[in-house]
């Protein structure tokens, strides 16, 4: 595999150990990969990039704003909030960033056709990567998926297999025969929250937030973040790892809860139930390894009611970019992590909104009627 310089190989996020590139979980001891850097090598956010541009899939997924909130700042009393806005990538989420290298390593693996369960973006970005580099592609999702995803899914020529149910029903019935797997939990996926960790201390200028908040579904995220803030100290470009905070609806809170408690492992949710259908992963594909991440960055986890996330994201559309619920889980984590006391009055605070708002426009419209407006 054609990787960049920085790029020394994989390694297990449980027990450590070495693996080949072309791995997808450890062999040792079955737990999930991440890309590992060699800080020496790393000298700009661009050198964490782990494939050089000619082997990359890309629609020029990345480059994201970091836009500052200076009310919801004044709102929860700290310096500064700001929210990187991952809904502007190519279809709308920061899956993009993941599947643009995760199918990137396929095709250099030689696939020919990529799949995924998934709850919804990660499909329809599979999708979208697939067709740009003309291999085919298979999303299976469950009923509840939104009609957009499942639309644009067909729109990129993607086969697309709709399981009656919830997410855990759609993993279920993923079958590996015949695709190369990009699924959840996936060494390069992880590697886009890398990525992303390095591009938002570059808008910062090297500037170290204070916090960091992430809406949280499988905790792939939230790994490569806390990975990425750890390289860029060890090459010298940043000086602290920002404490990290994990937020997921109080009624499907794996990572969450289980970073609350001081627990090692997440407890599978037996029977989850969230109007925030990306957030709605009960048995995540990198929890434990979330919540090592958590741990190492001083952070925690925050769990809110969906009553708490829709109203945040209608706070949030009226204070900055457009957030739909599942970034709406970012600002009401942060004013639950506020009442708690988590925050100093000069912390400098930054949000991701993982998903475009106006994909989930039905959520909030929602919200508003049952409110009479
Ligand atoms: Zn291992």
């Known amino acids: 595999m054609q990787t960049t310089a920085p790029v020394r190989g994989l390694s297990c996020t449980a027990c450590g150990e070495s693996a080949d590139l072309s791995e997808r979980r450890c062999p040792d001891c079955g737990a999930v990969l991440a890309v590992e850097f060699d800080a020496d090598a790393v000298a700009s956010a661009a050198d964490c990039h782990p494939f050089p541009a000619e082997s990359t899939v890309s629609i020029d997924e990345g480059a994201t704003p970091l836009v500052a909130v200076p009310e919801l700042a004044d709102e929860l009393g700290v310096n500064s909030v700001a929210i990187k806005d991952e809904g502007r990538n190519p279809t709308g989420s920061l899956a993009d960033r993941k599947l643009s290298l ?16 998934s709850a919804g973006n990660g499909a329809q970005s599979a999708a979208a990567y697939a067709a740009r580099a003309d291999i085919d592609s298979k999303g299976v999702v469950p009923t509840r998926c ?50 992303l960790a390095l591009e938002l201390l570059a808008d910062r200028e090297w500037v170290v937030p204070d916090a960091v908040v992430h809406p949280t579904g499988h905790g792939e995220t939230v790994v490569g973040l806390q990975q990425g803030f750890a390289l860029a100290v060890d090459a010298g470009l940043a000086d602290a790892v920002p404490r990290l905070y994990a937020a997921q609806p109080d009624s499907c809170a794996p990572i969450a809860a289980a970073a609350d408690d001081g627990a090692a492992e997440p407890v599978p949710v037996d029977h989850p139930d969230t109007i925030v259908g990306p957030l709605e992963i009960p048995d995540p594909a990198a929890g434990r390894a979330a919540i090592d991440a958590i741990e190492a960055a001083g952070g925690d986890g925050v769990t809110v009611s969906d009553k708490e996330i829709l109203q945040a994201a209608v706070d949030g559309c009226e204070l900055g970019p457009e957030v739909g619920a599942t970034g709406g889980t970012a600002v009401a984590g942060v004013r639950g992590l506020t009442d708690r006391g988590a925050f100093d009055t000069d912390d400098d605070v930054v949000l991701i909104n993982p998903v475009a708002g106006s994909k989930e426009a039905d959520l909030l419209r929602s919200h508003l009627m049952s409110l009479g407006m």
Do not use: C, W
């Open 146 to 195: 939104p009609f957009l995803n499942k639309a644009m899914v067909n729109v990129h020529g993607g086969d697309m297999h709709v399981v009656e149910g919830r997410y855990e029903d759609a993993v279920d019935t993923f079958g590996d025969e015949e695709l190369t797997s990009v699924a959840p939990g996936h060494p390069f996926r992880i590697a886009g929250g890398t990525v």
């Open 102 to 117: 995760a199918v990137s390593a396929a095709i250099q693996q030689g696939a020919d056709r990529v799949g995924t369960p």
